[in-house]
Nanobody
Framework: QVQLVESGGGLVQAGASLRLSCAAS????????MGWFRQAPGKEREFVAG?????FYSDSVKGRFTISRDNARNTVYLQMNSLKPEDTAVYYC?????????????????WGQGTQVTVSS
């Protein structure tokens, strides 16, 4: 049974940093792409960053967020710097069906429960 558990969210002021973690179990973690998505109230879930055969970022976070993974710990991280109020959302990690990073949610088959990130102005 594949399980993903996110942690590290919280309430911060604009300009601050947070690091999200996602601990995975139940799969050969290193063989699959991992992605971070987010969903703000009233908006659709959107791709933030993914890591697998390559690394991709959405334009809105490029240069501020960094995705990384520790295969030995089955953990993927999202370092978020220079946070903005528009980054406020529930952040989800997901494991992809393949090792290639895709930006669509349908390419990911297991999801965590999400962690809330709130950035105040």
């Amino acid at each position: 049974q594949v399980q993903l558990v996110e942690s590290g969210g919280g309430l911060v002021q604009a300009g601050a940093s947070l690091r999200l973690s996602c601990a995975a179990s139940g799969r050969t973690f290193s063989s699959y792409a991992m992605g971070w998505f987010r969903q703000a109230p009233g908006k659709e879930r959107e791709f933030v960053a993914g890591i697998g055969a390559s690394i991709f970022y959405s334009d809105s976070v490029k240069g501020r967020f960094t995705i990384s993974r520790d295969n030995a710990r089955n953990t993927v991280y999202l370092q978020m710097n220079s946070l903005k109020p528009e980054d406020t959302a529930v952040y989800y990690c997901a494991t992809g069906r393949l090792y290639y990073v895709r930006t669509v949610s349908g390419a990911y088959d297991y999801w965590g429960q999400g962690t809330q990130v709130t950035v105040s102005s």
